[in-house]
């Protein structure tokens, strides 16, 4: 899941603690199996499938972006919030394409222009040079909410084996990342990121979860249809 050394980690910090810097540059960049497997496929895969690839191809960017910068000794403080933004967009974009909004296309350009004033707001008033930690909480919490409503229709509809829906699977990897990265920007905001040990156990976990979502969309992406016959209607 594309979140590459955030919260002012540094090489030499993670170095100097339990995990390599090395393990966790495979970790994030884990994610690449996915995006080549999306690829691969493109031309015969289900349009509804493609804001998605195109959210995991840009996660792909920014995890190197990130990694290439922490290497440097440098933070990723305006890539890692540029890229928020954009997979807020792409997110509500693909739940558009999984069937979520049906008619309400009036709710969906609401959430959409919502996230970029937000967004817009908090990086002005508080700067893009540090992190956005309540549009954060806002927009995962927003897309947690959505990914369990389609898992919700996912189940209702299909009569196949869930763990063969990569709908299903791919809410479920969001669910799991977005709702700790509540948590995590949750513990900033009250001032846990100045303990140095805490913030990186914190950023320990993240890492493995990272790992975990990163298998699962590697995982759903060999169930998306081929052709544009899934259950929910782009």
Not at 25 to 42: E, M, N, P
Not at 70 to 97: C, D, M, P
Request: charged letters at 10%; one cysteine or more; a positive charge.
């Amino acid at each position: 899941m594309p979140r590459a050394l955030p919260y002012a980690i540094t090489a030499d910090e993670l170095r100097a603690f339990f995990m390599s810097f090395e393990l966790n540059a495979v970790f994030s960049l884990s994610i690449v199996v996915s995006v080549i497997i999306g690829w691969v496929r493109f031309t015969k895969t289900d349009p509804a499938f493609f804001p998605f690839l195109f959210y995991l191809s840009l996660g792909f960017i920014n995890e190197a972006i990130g990694i290439s910068l922490a290497w440097r000794g440098y933070h990723n403080v305006i890539s890692y919030n540029v890229f928020e933004l954009v997979e807020s967009i792409l997110l509500t974009w693909q739940f558009l394409k999984w069937g979520l909004f049906g008619q309400r296309m009036g709710f969906y350009y609401f959430l959409q222009v919502s996230f970029i004033v937000l967004w817009l707001i908090e990086s002005l008033f508080f700067s893009i040079h540090t992190f956005n930690s309540y549009f954060v909480i806002a927009h995962s919490f927003l897309l947690v909410m959505m990914s369990i409503t389609t898992i919700n229709m996912v189940v209702l509809k299909e009569t196949t084996a869930l763990f063969k829906q990569p709908v299903f699977i791919f809410c479920f990897a969001l669910i799991i990342f977005f709702t700790y990265a509540i948590l995590v920007e949750c513990f900033w905001i009250v001032g846990f990121n100045h303990q140095k040990i805490f913030r990186l156990k914190i950023f320990e976990i993240l890492s493995y979860i990272n790992f975990f979502t990163n298998l699962l969309f590697a995982f759903g992406y060999l169930w998306v249809p081929m052709r544009p016959r899934y259950i929910l209607q782009c």
